[in-house]
């Protein structure tokens, strides 16, 4: 049996509300629950005796901007789904530990096909698109990175930006540009710098990949 859950915080403790509505399979509860994704966190399967056995977390970033990234994580304190992107710098919860901070096994549910929800832009930011766009040509310029430190510090979420200008350097031109990288790394703003250092126990998340290839 499956029934739609929905996972909040009640003064930071996990509480697992459960839709009295069952259906006889995974596909068909989530089905129902992608008609309303912002109204329940994902799908529960009980066991013969009417226990929760397993989650299974939907697959998509619920952050309010409407991202269309896949979940990894979920927020520590609000258990709010979040891509690598929007968790970057928050305190996360990967689906393993928050499976044994519930008591119950997490998973996530199977991707969806691309469709209209997951078209939107990737980037909506005007300061990380330039950023992003000039990041490959510009980085050796140390006017340009300086600037760059000033823009991090002035808007968050330029933070985008760097990691996917970063992000799409190719291995012979993050060796080209090593020494650029690493100066770079080293006059980032402090909670950029500490963020970055964070994100180095995700090796592959874009922030992972960020603060690896800044020598951090
Ligand atoms: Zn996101």
Known sequence: MFRLIQLQAQQG????????DGYGSERAALARYRETPTMFSGVGRFDAAGRLAEIIMDSACGSASGCSRP???????TFQRLC???????????????????GVAVRPAPVLAPSGRHAAPEESSPVGNRIAREFASHVDDPVWRMELCAELARTPSAINGLMIGVGALSHRAVLDHYPSLCALGTQLPSVVHADLVRATARPLSPAGVTALRLGL
Do not use: N, Q, W, Y
Not at 13 to 20: A, E, M, N, Q
Not at 71 to 77: L, M, P, S, Y
């Open 84 to 102: 690598d992107t929007c968790a970057f710098g928050l305190s996360v919860l990967t689906l393993p530990e928050l499976a044994l901070r519930l």
């Open 71 to 77: 979940a990894a994580v979920v927020h520590a304190d």
């Open 13 to 20: 403790v996990p509480r697992i509300g459960v839709d009295p």
